[in-house]
């Protein structure tokens, strides 16, 4: 069984702050993990992922993730937050037990304000 | 990178009618293919993985007579909606699996009046 817990539904941060999105996950193998933006009405962009490689993995736009084993966590960060950040996050976990069929969490909402 | 298309973008079919949407890998083959759903403001829910040349392997609470998947080439999955009913209006998106990473298809929106 796999699942993600994403702990924030709703975040709001500050033009030019840093950003963290927080995801717990649960696998009974290996993960991958994933971290998926959704802008309105637009498909899904996939910002980074996790493979078992390099456990400090960097993205797009900025965007890097951490998975610590220890802590079952797979965090989104982002030093300085742009305006068109603002979307939907979702964290996604899958492994090859389940054919590579993701379970994505309930989505983090981000809020930029100026 | 991998490319996979879905038609149509946007449906609006009458209640009790059937639609079909396809989805499409584009420039790589595909035995397995995955449909998800999502109301509005909500997650991606997995209905169904469709294999090609077998039956599609449904979700627990999906309905498969309602939801019906042809995974009829490599490149190919249809998810047809039978006798739509408002609560059916959702976003449907595909996706396909090249190595361990997925591409998705944009997004199929069915609203049904």
């Known amino acids: 069984a796999q699942s993600v817990t994403q702990l924030d539904s709703h975040v709001s941060v500050s033009e030019g702050t840093p950003v963290l999105l927080r995801c717990n996950y649960s696998?009974?193998?290996?993960?991958?993990l994933f971290w998926y933006v959704q802008h309105p009405n637009k498909g899904l962009q996939l910002l980074l992922k996790?493979?078992?490689?390099?456990?400090l993995v960097k993205g797009i736009n900025g965007f890097e993730a951490e998975f610590k084993k220890s802590e079952t966590s797979f965090h989104l960060t982002k030093p300085s937050a742009h305006m068109s950040d603002a979307a939907e996050y979702f964290c996604?976990?899958?492994?090859?037990?389940?054919?590579?069929?993701?379970?994505f969490g309930k989505g983090t909402s981000l809020l930029v304000t100026p | 990178g991998a490319v996979v298309s879905q038609h149509p973008s946007w449906v609006i079919c009458k209640s009790g009618t059937s639609v079909k949407i396809e989805c499409r890998s584009l420039?790589?083959?595909?035995?397995?293919m995955f449909w998800y759903r999502q109301f509005p403001k909500q997650s991606l829910m997995l209905m169904a993985t469709s294999n090609e040349g077998s039956k599609a392997t449904y979700e627990q609470g999906v309905e498969k007579d309602k939801f019906l998947i042809n995974h009829a080439s490599l490149t190919l999955s249809t998810l047809t909606v039978t006798s739509a009913h408002p609560e059916d209006s959702s976003f449907y998106i595909c996706?396909?699996?090249?190595?361990?990473?997925?591409?998705f298809g944009p997004g199929t929106r069915l609203t049904v009046t």
């Open positions: 996706s396909a699996p090249e190595g361990r990473e997925q591409y």
């Open positions: 420039d790589f083959q595909a035995t397995t």
């Open positions: 696998s009974s193998y290996s993960p991958s």
């Open positions: 996790y493979t078992s490689a390099a456990t």
């Open positions: 996604v976990v899958s492994n090859s037990n389940s054919g590579y069929a993701l379970n």
